[in-house]
Nanobody, 118 residues
Framework: QVQLVESGGGLVQAGGSLRLSCAAS????????LRWYRQAPGKQRELVAG???????NYADSVKGRFTISRDNTKNTMYLQMNSLKPEDTAVYYC????????????WGQGTQVTVSS
C-alpha cells in the first residue's frame, strides 16, 4: 500500500511561482511513472506532466516552458515547479504514481489547491 501527500499549494498572483511536493510512503516498485494531474471547477481532470523511472518527461501543451516535473528518490518525493502562473492554472492538483510489480498498481494523493489571481 502506498500513500501520497501533496503540499505546496496556495494563493499566488498571476506571473508568480509555486512548487508542489508529493511525499510517498510505502513500497514503490522500480518500474513506475509519476504524474501530476489537475482539475478545475466544472472541468475534467487533465494530465499536466509525467516523469518515468528513466527520467523521461512529458507535459501538457498548456504548461510547456512554464512547469517542470522532477523526482528525488532519496526523499521519496516528486515535485512540480510552476512558473509564470496564469489564472487558468487555478485547479486542484493531484499527484499519481503508477507502479508495476506483479501487476499494475495506481495511487493518488488527496489534492492540493492552487489559486492564481489576476
Amino acid at each position: 500500500q502506498v500513500q501520497l501527500v501533496e503540499s505546496g499549494g496556495g494563493l499566488v498572483q498571476a506571473g508568480g511561482s509555486l512548487r508542489l511536493s508529493c511525499a510517498a510512503s510505502g513500497r514503490i516498485f522500480s518500474f513506475n511513472v509519476l504524474r501530476w494531474y489537475r482539475q478545475a471547477p466544472g472541468k475534467q481532470r487533465e494530465l499536466v506532466a509525467g516523469i518515468t523511472s528513466g527520467g523521461i518527461t512529458n507535459y501538457a501543451d498548456s504548461v510547456k516552458g512554464r512547469f517542470t516535473i522532477s523526482r528525488d528518490n532519496t526523499k521519496n518525493t516528486m515535485y512540480l515547479q510552476m512558473n509564470s502562473l496564469k489564472p487558468e492554472d487555478t485547479a486542484v492538483y493531484y499527484c499519481n504514481i503508477a507502479t508495476m510489480g506483479p501487476r499494475l498498481e495506481n495511487y493518488w494523493g488527496q489534492g492540493t489547491q492552487v489559486t492564481v489571481s489576476s
